[in-house]
């Protein structure tokens, strides 16, 4: 199993363009998350999908969308990259039956918006 | 809403024992749970606490007061290689998605 997958590795934006975050976990996982991480900030919630066919808003979800393309795929949209978009975004997965509730993350993709 | 509140930095001697404190507020409150992060790395999951007490899983250990809002992790026996972040987090209050605390960096040094 390689868990959950994320692409790219490493991006560079100009102000005003758009990319799209790529993740995939093949654990049959319910829930699927997105978060950003910036120094000295810790893990942010961005958007999350507790189950197929539903998205919901975290913490920071302004200037990004979500799309849970089916079970197993889950993607981050910027329509209009920011500079203070530069982060490393993680993606993650939760199966809704465990009890202790872990989440397993990504490699992580590393993003600067200049 | 969801916060947590944990020391940023803490540092220690290889051997010795440390303990990283979080203090939380929730509306709901389902567990507290930790996470380790090393540099350039992605958070892995440590231990989860629904009930209070302690939980022991080898050098590591979690304690939660739910009449505190507070909890602990302990580090005993450090090594170098327990040199990284770690996380405490608390589920929102729907229960479907984890809220982390800022961070505690932990260095250790022989």
């Known amino acids: 199993n390689a868990g959950v997958t994320q692409t790219p590795k490493f991006q560079v934006l100009k102000t005003g363009q758009s990319m799209t975050l790529q993740c995939a976990q093949d654990m049959n996982h319910n829930s699927m998350y997105w978060y950003r991480q910036d120094p000295g900030m810790g893990l942010r919630l961005i958007y999350y999908s507790a189950s197929e066919g539903t998205t919901d808003k975290g913490e920071v979800p302004n200037g990004y969308n979500v799309s849970r393309l089916n079970k197993r795929e889950f993607s981050l949209r910027l329509e209009s990259a920011a500079p203070s978009q530069t982060s490393v975004y993680f993606c993650?997965?939760?199966?809704?039956?465990?009890?202790?509730?872990?989440?397993?993350f990504g490699p992580g993709t590393r993003l600067t918006v200049t | 809403g969801q916060s947590l509140e944990q020391p940023s930095e803490v540092t220690a001697v290889e051997g010795a024992i440390v303990q990283i404190n979080c203090t939380y507020q929730?509306?709901?409150?389902?567990?507290l749970s930790w996470y380790q992060q090393h540099d350039g790395g992605a958070p892995t999951f440590l231990s989860y606490?629904?009930?209070?007490g302690l939980e022991e899983t080898g050098r590591f250990s979690s304690f939660l007061s739910r009449s505190d809002s507070y909890g602990y992790l302990l580090l005993q026996e450090l090594q170098m290689k327990d040199s990284a972040s770690y996380f405490c987090a608390v589920l929102n209050q729907a229960g479907t998605a984890l809220i982390f605390g800022k961070g505690t960096t932990l260095s250790v040094s022989s």
């Open positions: 993650a997965s939760r199966d809704l039956g465990t009890e202790n509730y872990e989440q397993y």
């Open positions: 929730t509306s709901g409150f389902y567990g």
């Open positions: 606490n629904a009930l209070d």
